[in-house]
């Protein structure tokens, strides 16, 4: 048995003080938040506030110094090799808008945008954009049957010597299929082909090393680690970001401004134009180092053992069809059903204070290749519990009865 107290974690989550029957199993959409990143943003608020880098007086530093432990926080949450390597955006999205706009801007018409069908419309649209802008080519990776890379594909696809970015998440929204990231970005690399890795549904779970891994580019949003909305990071390797032009102009990103011309500061601040979103930044760096004191292998093996429940309990009752069958999974189910929509299964379930999601998960052409229109998908978090899962299972079989 591990050793992890999930009672006591739950404790930290205040939302479970309002709201105490619920159920929450839609931490794939976003995760609820603990006490110690609420009471950082407050803190920052109420001790700190001031605009950063420009400053002359305390306030100003104290909150330099906030934004900037919060980038160090970050950078050491992921073993970046330096501070410099993060990059403060709104989210995943952006991040991702970010690199298509910078690293996307110097490939030529005819480079090719490697992009897998599993992934999240947010690592699949700017690379359209960025293709009618510029005449880069977006090739689909496939996927096997069971939800993972079609690994075959991928060597045919980087056979091809115009091949310049991989597109890839670390573990999908949708079906929640773990990718081999350190392999994929091997054979990437024999081609020379930079890999970008959407870490949205991994930076959560998952130990996240962005050496080890050896991708080039590393994107997460705050919100799905326990943090605010608002922030997140694109991780960029430093001889990239070395040569990547700005992408949107004015304060903060810019070394001297005059009509005759204007040069740039070194990144990170290169790219983050304007004001950014300090307290959000604090509250991401309070997420992060709230989750490194916890014991991560445990915290593991707990949502592992819940999603083990879940699975069997699925299994076992009649008329319920899960997608997605890859060996390795983040703990998130998605699931369809023979005689109901799951739009009204989640109704039912929402009378019972469950709360799930259904759609298709902002992932379109993974759901169309499955041939179905949409899922009910349940995603655990650390604060999950076994009656937790119990009730979902006990609520799907009634209801299924009912329905
Ligand atoms: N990629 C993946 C895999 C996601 O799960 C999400 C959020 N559902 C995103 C990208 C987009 O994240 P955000 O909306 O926070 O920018």
């Given at each position: 048995m591990h050793m992890f107290d999930v009672a006591a974690i739950k404790q930290q989550f205040p939302i479970f003080d309002h709201h105490p029957d619920l159920v929450y199993l839609d931490n794939a959409a976003t995760t609820q938040k603990p006490r110690a990143v609420l009471d950082a943003e407050r803190f920052y608020y109420e001790h700190h506030n001031a605009n950063v880098?420009?400053?002359?007086?305390r306030l100003a530093v104290a909150a330099t110094d906030a934004f900037e432990g919060a980038r160090a926080t970050v950078a050491r949450f992921i073993n970046?090799?330096?501070?410099?390597?993060i990059i403060f955006t709104r989210g995943t999205t952006e991040a991702i808008n970010l690199i298509a706009n910078t690293f996307g801007e110097?490939?030529?018409?005819g480079d090719e945008i490697i992009v897998s069908t599993l992934e999240h419309h947010a690592n699949i649209v700017p690379w359209q954009m960025l293709a009618q802008r510029t005449g880069v080519i977006v090739r689909q990776l496939n996927i096997t049957?069971?939800?993972?890379?079609d690994m075959e594909h991928l060597h045919e696809l980087l056979q091809?010597?115009?091949?310049r970015l991989l597109a890839i998440s670390h573990?999908?929204?949708?079906?929640g299929s773990i990718q081999d990231i350190q392999s994929i970005c091997d054979l990437s690399h024999q081609k020379q082909c930079k890999v970008l890795v959407d870490g949205a549904q991994a930076i959560a779970h998952l130990p996240v090393d962005v050496q080890a891994l050896g991708c080039d580019f590393y994107v997460f949003s705050g919100h799905k680690a326990y943090g605010p909305t608002g922030i997140g990071v694109a991780y960029i390797e430093q001889s990239l970001l070395r040569d990547l032009p700005p992408w949107q102009g004015g304060?903060?990103?810019?070394d001297v401004v005059s009509f005759a011309g204007t040069t740039y500061a070194a990144a990170p601040q290169r790219l983050e134009a304007g004001t950014p979103a300090i307290a959000q930044a604090v509250g991401l760096g309070a997420a992060l180092d709230w989750l490194a004191t916890l014991d991560r292998s445990a915290l593991l093996q707990h949502e592992t053992q819940l999603h083990h429940q879940l699975k069997q309990g699925l299994e076992s009752i009649e008329g319920i069809k899960i997608h997605g069958h890859a060996k390795n999974t983040v703990s998130l189910s998605s699931m369809t059903f023979a005689g109901a929509h799951p739009y009204d299964v989640a109704q039912f379930l929402d009378n019972k204070g469950i709360a799930v999601r259904v759609g298709h998960h902002c992932a379109q052409p993974l759901i169309l290749t499955m041939g179905i229109q949409g899922t009910l998908r349940a995603s655990l978090a650390i604060y999950n519990t076994q009656h937790d899962v119990a009730l979902l299972l006990s609520t799907l079989a009634e209801t299924l009865d009912l329905l």
């Open positions: 880098h420009r400053g002359a007086h970046a090799a330096t501070s410099d390597e110097s490939l030529l018409a049957p069971d939800g993972e890379i091809s010597s115009r091949a573990a999908s929204n949708a079906i304060g903060e990103m810019i």
